[in-house]
C-alpha cells in the first residue's frame, strides 16, 4: 500500500508533464474545427460551433500536392542519406584509421554551418544546373544535411555490436558486404530505426532550403505552411487544420515504431 502511494505522485507528475506537452497540438486540432473569428478571439473561446471547413479544404486544396512532394523529398532523402553514410559509419567503427576524428569533426561540422551562410553559392549553383524548383533538387539538398547524422549515429549503434564478432565473420571468410548486411544491420536495427525517425522529423520540418530552393511545383508542408501568412492577415482556423494534417503522417509512424524507438533511445542512454 505505502509502495502504490509512493507511486502516485510521480504517475501525476508524468500525466500533468506529458499533458502540458500535448495541450498546444490539442488546441490547434480545436482550432481547426473553428470559424475563423472564433479561432482569433480573445480571451480564447471553448463552446463555439464547429465546423469540418477547414479540414476539408486543405484535404481537397493543394494539400495532397504539398504532401507528396514532402514525402518524395523525405524518403528520397532518407534512403540516400542511408546509402551513402551507412558504409561511412560501417568503417569508422569497426576500421577507423588515423584520420577519423578528423572526419568525423568535419562531417559534424556541416551541420554546424547556418543555411543562410551558404544558399547564395547553392542557389547560383542549383540554378545553373536546373535543379531550383525540382524535387531532385530537394533531395540532393536534404541527403546532404542528414548524411552527418547517419554516419554519427550509426557508428554510435555500431559500437555497440562486439568487434570480435566481426572479427569472427572474417576469419570464417566473410567480406565485409556480407558482414555488413547479414550480421551487422540487423543487429543494429534499433538504431536504423530511430535513426530514421530522426531524420523523418528533421526533413519533415525542413523549411530554409524549400523556402528558397522551390517554388510552387516542389514546394514541401512547411512552405505550404508558411504560404497562410500574407499581408492581408492570417487564417489560424486553416493553418491549424493544415498543421494537424501535416504532422499527422510523423505521428502515425512513431506510434508504428514506438517499441523500436524506445529500444534504440534506451540503448544510446546506457551507453
Request: proline fraction near 6%.
Amino acid at each position: 500500500m505505502r509502495s502504490s502511494r509512493r507511486q502516485i505522485g510521480p504517475a501525476a507528475l508524468t500525466f500533468l508533464v506529458a499533458g502540458a506537452m500535448c495541450f498546444p497540438i490539442l488546441w490547434t486540432f480545436f482550432t481547426g474545427f473553428k470559424n475563423e473569428p472564433d479561432a482569433i478571439a480573445m480571451p480564447p473561446t471553448v463552446f463555439v460551433p464547429l465546423t469540418l471547413e477547414h479540414y476539408e479544404g486543405a484535404l481537397t486544396g493543394n494539400y495532397p500536392h504539398y504532401l507528396a512532394n514532402t514525402l518524395i523529398a523525405v524518403v528520397g532523402s532518407i534512403l540516400a542519406a542511408f546509402a551513402l553514410g551507412l558504409p561511412a559509419a560501417y568503417k569508422l567503427a569497426f576500421f577507423p584509421g588515423r584520420k577519423a576524428n578528423d572526419i568525423l569533426f568535419f562531417a559534424l561540422s556541416t551541420r554546424f554551418m547556418p543555411g543562410v551562410a551558404v544558399i547564395v553559392p547553392i542557389f547560383l549553383l542549383y540554378a545553373k544546373t536546373g535543379l531550383i524548383d525540382s524535387l531532385t533538387g530537394l533531395v540532393i539538398m536534404y541527403t546532404t544535411l542528414n548524411i552527418p547524422i547517419v554516419i554519427w549515429l550509426m557508428r554510435s549503434f555500431f559500437k555497440d555490436i562486439p568487434y570480435e564478432l566481426v572479427e569472427a565473420a572474417l576469419m570464417e571468410g566473410a567480406g565485409h558486404r556480407a558482414i555488413f548486411f547479414e550480421l551487422v544491420l540487423p543487429l543494429a536495427k534499433a538504431g536504423l530505426a530511430t535513426t530514421t525517425f530522426l531524420l523523418l522529423i528533421l526533413t519533415w520540418n525542413e523549411f530554409f532550403f524549400a523556402v528558397n530552393l522551390s517554388g510552387h511545383g516542389a514546394a514541401t508542408l512547411p512552405v505550404y505552411m508558411a504560404s497562410f501568412f500574407t499581408s492581408e492577415g492570417q487564417s489560424w482556423a486553416r493553418m491549424s487544420a493544415a498543421a494537424i494534417l501535416a504532422v499527422l503522417p510523423v505521428l502515425a509512424v512513431g506510434w508504428i515504431a514506438s517499441r523500436a524507438l524506445i529500444k534504440g533511445t534506451l540503448s544510446g542512454a546506457v551507453k
